[in-house]
């Protein structure tokens, strides 16, 4: 019922810039947080940013403090992820979640809802 669709991801050469969204639909309730996750190949799914949609407060990762903002659209159904500054490190599948159940921004099992995810792959 709650469905949450990723765009904007591609190829970049490093030192370039990508904006992802996150469109949310079929919401019941508004969610309390919304973040950005990434999983390189190997690797675990990380926490990149998030933001507390009531007060707008904003996290970030340290990899990314800095290069990325993390934002919110006005009606607060979408959510973006602005990437300056990519490094070759920031190629990951991105996905963004929904609805954080409790604890910090950064778990990942704590949220109810993710999207498909987009790639993003950042040449040398």
């Known amino acids: 019922q709650v469905r949450l669709v990723e765009s904007g991801g591609g190829s970049v050469q490093a030192g370039g810039s990508l904006r992802l969204s996150c469109a949310a639909s079929?919401?019941?309730?508004?969610?309390?947080?919304m973040g950005w996750f990434r999983q390189a190949p190997g690797k675990e799914v990380a926490g990149v940013a998030g933001?507390?949609?009531?007060?707008?407060?904003?996290y970030y990762a340290d990899s990314v403090n800095g290069r990325f903002t993390i934002s919110q659209s006005p009606t607060k159904n979408s959510v973006y992820l602005q990437m300056n500054s990519l490094k070759p490190e920031d190629t990951a599948m991105y996905y963004c979640?929904?609805?954080?159940?409790?604890?910090?921004?950064?778990?990942?099992?704590?949220?109810?809802?993710w999207g498909q995810g987009t790639q993003v792959t950042v040449s040398s």
């Open positions: 979640a929904a609805d954080l159940r409790r604890g910090s921004w950064y778990v990942p099992h704590e949220y109810n809802y």
């Open positions: 079929g919401y019941t309730y508004s969610s309390n947080v």
């Open positions: 933001i507390y949609t009531v007060c707008g407060d904003t």
